[in-house]
């Protein structure tokens, strides 16, 4: 605005209106505007800018101009020009400084700095919510607040409150409390909190599983890879990793060395080296430990059996610390039918003298599973109900062996993995007949490749053993979860 018009005196202007005499601007086109208004008007042309005239009319109290044609009254500033450039200046140094704060957060601190607030902001959010959920006492002269504190920080939580004098009151919480879970685990079930998250926090009253499926899921891992040369490119690159990233990430670095490590065992055991089959070499073929598929399939069906009765063995566990020992007989029968069946069906594999003794024994056995079934599957109803109700969970056996099918993908996704690996190496090898450069594309195709399967097969390998712990496992171990986590009020870090 003040640029055409050039340095306005703002105290002079100041000064006159203290006279009586008020100035006001304006612009006006040159084209309509007639000069010899400049004699007959108290007007003054201050600049001309283009085809445009900026002028300066000096009027008294109740004085105006004539009607001029075009004529459009400019409000400046109450400022001059040079004070209005400095002001510009230091805009643009700021804009400056600004635009160098943004860089510098685009290369690499951006994510702490709004980490930061972001803690900032939860911490104040969390001391509002606690504010408003006290409760007023004593015509609003004393405030009631209610939470939760693990049994070991009880003791620093009464001294810190005794030291700023507030009344404490501890209780043991009541059946039906609905209180927050904090996981308690060893080092290594530790890894494998994040992925019981992923699913749901068990409730205060059951049974933590993360331990208890952490080994399974490390070794279905291994068995859906199942390669011994993608294991040791695993567990290198989460070594390497562990000195490149932040504190709170190397976690899950010694957890790609568990996975990596236990990919290159099942690999050394059936025999399988970026997709080469020791197998088919005959000088390596005796130490391969599984080198038959089927053998393959039987130990997948194996380790499904297993972790199914183990997590009925930890229904069992939960039920006895919830309800009593009456209402785990039921699961027991479960367990007791099961390893009859399976003592029915393999009673073969104890030769011909003693396998009809064990088929003998199981069929009894068999029987007295039903038997608990029936007559103790829901202790709360009368023997009739209960007994039918113990037909229609019979009948349900269907979905064990159906879980217990589901744990053939372990063979599946280790073998496909293999094959594919094969095909690589197949594929590459025919580019070594190309002249000259056929050597450098069969290692670019070979490193690709099996970056690509490794990682394809990485993926497979993680998703299907956590379906088969939180659907086959959760299911057979009875778990309810929906536990919220424990998150005590204390500023963020």
């Known amino acids: 605005l003040l640029l055409p018009w050039g340095e306005v005196p703002v105290e002079t202007i100041s000064r006159l209106a203290e006279s009586g005499i008020g100035v ?12 010899t208004l400049l004699g007959t008007a108290p007007l003054a042309i201050v600049a001309e800018a283009g085809s445009r005239l900026y002028l300066a009319a000096f009027l008294r109290a109740g004085e105006d101009l004539p009607e001029i044609d075009g004529l459009e009254e400019v409000r ?7 004070e209005a450039l400095a002001g510009q200046e230091d805009v643009s140094r700021k804009q400056a400084g600004l ?21 900032k902001v939860v911490a104040e959010t969390d001391y509002a919510r606690a ?21 070991p920080a009880e003791a620093a939580v009464q001294t810190a409150c005794d030291e700023r004098g507030v009344v404490t009151i501890a209780e043991d919480p009541q059946p039906g409390d609905d209180v927050p879970i904090h996981l308690k685990n060893s080092r290594f079930a530790r890894l494998f909190e994040p992925i019981t998250r992923l699913f749901s926090l068990p409730s205060y009253a059951e049974l933590d599983l993360t331990g208890l499926f952490a080994p399974f899921f490390t070794l279905f891992f291994g068995f859906c890879l199942g390669d011994a040369g993608y294991g040791l490119v695993i567990m290198l690159a989460s070594f390497v990793a562990r000195f490149k990233v932040k504190p709170d990430m190397k976690p899950f670095t010694t957890l790609g060395m568990l996975f990596g490590f236990s990919t290159m065992l099942v690999g050394v055991l059936t025999g399988t080296l970026f997709g080469v089959s020791l197998v088919e070499l005959p000088q390596l073929r005796e130490y391969v430990l599984i080198s038959d598929q089927g053998m393959l399939f039987n130990l997948a069906l194996g380790l499904g059996l297993l972790q199914i009765l183990f997590g009925m063995c930890v229904q069992v566990v939960n039920r006895v610390r919830q309800y009593g020992f009456k209402s785990a007989i039921s699961t027991m029968g479960w367990i007791v039918l099961l390893l009859s069946i399976v003592g029915l069906a393999g ?18 056995t068999a029987l007295f599973g039903v038997a608990l079934i029936l007559f103790f599957n829901d202790l709360k109803v009368n023997i009739f109900v209960r007994i039918g109700k113990g037909v229609y969970e019979l009948y349900n056996i269907t979905g064990v062996f159906g879980d217990l099918l589901s744990y053939v993908r372990l063979f599946a996704l280790g073998i496909s993995s293999g094959i594919l690996g094969a095909v690589i190496n197949q594929l590459s090898g025919q580019l070594l007949g190309i002249p000259v450069v056929g050597v450098v594309l069969y290692a670019v195709a070979l490193v690709v490749g099996h970056t690509g399967n490794m990682l394809l097969g990485m993926l497979g390998s993680f998703v299907h053993p956590m379906r088969l712990t939180f659907v ?15 998150k005590p009020l204390a500023a963020k870090k």
Do not use: H, M
């Not at 009875?478 to 919220?484: I, L």
């Open 24 to 35: 006001r601007t304006f612009a006006v086109p040159e084209k309509k505007f007639d000069r």
């Open 76 to 82: 400046l500033p109450a400022r001059g020009l040079s």
């Open 99 to 119: 635009y160098a704060r943004l860089d510098a957060l685009a290369s690499g601190t951006a994510a702490d700095v709004l980490r930061a607030e972001l803690g």
């Open 131 to 151: 504010a408003l959920s006290a409760e007023s006492g004593v015509e609003e002269r004393v405030r009631i607040l209610q939470g939760w504190v693990p049994r």
């Open 347 to 364: 009673g073969d594999a104890f030769g011909p003298e003693a396998g009809p003794k064990v088929s003998s024994i199981a069929g009894y």
């Open 472 to 486: 086959e496992f959760y299911k057979s171990a009875g778990f309810s979860g929906g536990g919220k986590e424990y």
